[in-house]
């Protein structure tokens, strides 16, 4: 068998394995369709195309799955868990604002400080906090890893581009 065959045979299997037991054997039926595809690039082509279908089939499976209505149960302790990160930002910025105005803070120190205390801090917090409410208020612990999320970007997108 060929290194390209091998492929595809690899990643088809792979998918069909983690595949829910309805897709399983469709997805095995695909499997077996794929020793009778001449070509090894056709084989490949094969592979992807059911894999494309395997991986849709199980979306659809799942969202079918996701009540609305339970989802909307879980929103505002998601909001909860963003207002609580928010809080936690909005206090460290008022920390900052009373260290530059301090008559014994360096002025030289404000790259540093800017920097602890608008992400280093936060996000100490925001992932100590999701750590702790995970498994008795996950839907908070979303909310709040959502915000440490949006800030890690943010702030990796801004040293890269200002130093």
């Not at 077996?32 to 001449?38: A, G, I, L, Y």
């Not at 949006?150 to 581009?161: D, K, P, R, S, Y």
Request: charged residues 15%.
């Amino acid at each position: 068998m060929s290194p390209i065959r091998r492929l595809a045979s690899w990643l088809l299997t792979a998918v069909v394995r983690r595949s829910s037991g309805e897709s399983r054997s469709w997805g095995s039926a695909m499997l077996r369709e794929m020793d009778f595809v001449k070509g090894d690039w056709a084989a490949l082509s094969w592979a992807l195309g059911s894999t494309t279908a395997l991986c849709r089939n199980s979306i659809r499976c799942r969202l079918d799955s996701v009540s609305l209505k339970r989802l909307a149960t879980k929103i505002p302790a998601m909001l909860l868990g963003v207002a609580v990160a928010g809080t936690v930002l909005t206090l460290s910025i008022l920390i900052l604002a009373g260290l530059i105005h301090a008559p014994w803070f360096a002025s030289a120190q404000r790259k540093l400080a800017d920097r602890i205390l608008w992400v280093v801090v936060p996000e100490f917090v925001y992932f100590i906090s999701a750590a702790a409410l995970w498994r008795r208020r996950k839907s908070v612990a979303v909310g709040i890893l959502t915000v440490a999320v949006i800030l890690m970007t943010h702030a990796i997108v801004h040293f890269a581009t200002h130093g």
